[in-house]
């Protein structure tokens, strides 16, 4: 079984710094999807970025980037120019090539953008 | 192009009692997903389904958890004899499969409560 865990229960960054909320998982499979959504405080789930393992280029979305370290296990996402509507809980997930499954979330990390 | 629908947002229901939600797909995505939602967590996997066909249900949490989707359409999920540690946001989501896995809209979910 797939496992995510994200290390960073909270993060805290002024308004226009840049952060950066960390993942890893745990697999066997080499053909797989990971995600990063983003939760704002009683609102739905979105999609934030996509990331296919075969691609070794890292996928980047306007502001939005992540590090893709296939061999670590690890998929970071970066947030470049923060502003006030990227506070939300942000959730890392896992999905497996063949997608005869649903996700795999990690516990997620409140990302607060300050004033 | 309309999003995921659910019905109700909210339910409170007393112990012991029959809940069903019902959730919306983004129109022609083959694909419906279950999850549940508890506070702190991320959301974690119930069962999908591709067209009408109930592909992976094993992870219902119990018995007592059933869901369907007759036509190919909408869902249902129904949780019977409801418990205290029953009350979570249940989400569902949606997705076009091709050829690869689709990326998963999620509607903004039913928040049950049980007393």
């Known amino acids: 079984a797939q496992t995510v865990t994200q290390s960073q229960p909270e993060m805290s960054v002024q308004e226009a710094e840049t952060v950066t909320l960390s993942c890893t998982y745990d697999t066997s499979e080499n053909n797989y999807y990971l995600f990063w959504y983003k939760q704002p405080p009683s609102r739905q789930m979105i999609l934030v970025i996509r990331q296919e393992a075969y691609k070794q280029q890292n996928a980047t979305e306007n502001r939005f980037s992540v590090n893709f370290q296939k061999a670590a296990k690890s998929f970071s996402l970066k947030i470049s120019d923060s502003q006030l509507g990227d506070t939300a809980m942000y959730f890392c997930a896992f999905l497996s090539g063949g997608g005869a499954d649903g996700l795999t979330f990690g516990k997620g990390t409140h990302l607060i953008i300050q004033p | 192009d309309t999003g995921v629908s659910q019905d109700p947002r909210h339910k409170i229901t007393k112990r012991g009692q029959n809940v069903t939600f019902r959730c919306d797909p983004i129109?022609?995505?083959?694909?419906l997903y279950w999850y549940r939602q508890t506070l702190g967590q991320g959301p974690e996997f119930l069962t999908y389904?591709?067209?009408?066909?109930?592909?992976?249900k094993s992870r219902l949490l119990s018995d007592r958890f059933s869901a369907e989707r007759p036509k190919g359409s909408f869902s249902t999920l129904e949780i019977q004899r409801t418990e205290q540690g029953d009350s979570a946001m249940y989400l569902c989501?949606?997705?076009?499969?091709?050829?690869?896995?689709?990326?998963?809209?999620f509607g903004p979910g039913t928040r049950l409560l049980v007393l």
């Open positions: 989501a949606s997705s076009l499969v091709k050829g690869s896995p689709g990326t998963q809209y």
């Open positions: 389904f591709q067209n009408e066909a109930q592909l992976e």
């Open positions: 129109s022609e995505h083959n694909r």
